[in-house]
């Protein structure tokens, strides 16, 4: 047993100062780069964000377009049905289906209807 050394002798003859000054290095080299990982991380899940924030953005832009062409051509079939039977009873189906997000106005005011005859 006298042969073995002690901790202090160990840690002194340059074993345990070795592994202690690696472990030491590493985890400073570890601590400084905790940050630039962070921030690698931050900045790829920043850019997948914003590229979902595009394409999301790109089709809401398509659904608009398409809801602006659809209310065009319920407009265009509304008014043709409006000319030929005002009280028709597929307009007041419309109406009723497309409730209060597109209102169809069904009534012409009593001047423009007179108007209107003028013309035609």
Do not use: C
């Amino acid at each position: 047993m006298a042969d073995e050394p002690t901790t202090a002798q160990w840690l002194l003859g340059g074993g345990g100062l070795f592994g202690l000054g690696a472990g030491a290095k590493w985890l400073l080299e570890w601590w400084g780069k905790r940050d630039e990982r962070r921030q690698e991380r931050e900045a790829r899940l920043q850019g997948e964000e914003s590229q979902k924030v595009q394409s999301l953005n790109i089709r809401v832009d398509q659904l608009e377009e398409r809801i602006t062409r659809l209310t065009v051509a319920v407009n265009i079939l509304v008014a043709k049905e409006y000319r030929s039977d005002p009280n028709s009873p597929e307009l007041l189906q419309v109406r009723a289906i497309l409730g209060d997000a597109f209102p169809l106005h069904l009534n012409v005011p009593a001047d423009m209807e007179d108007r209107l005859e003028k013309i035609r």
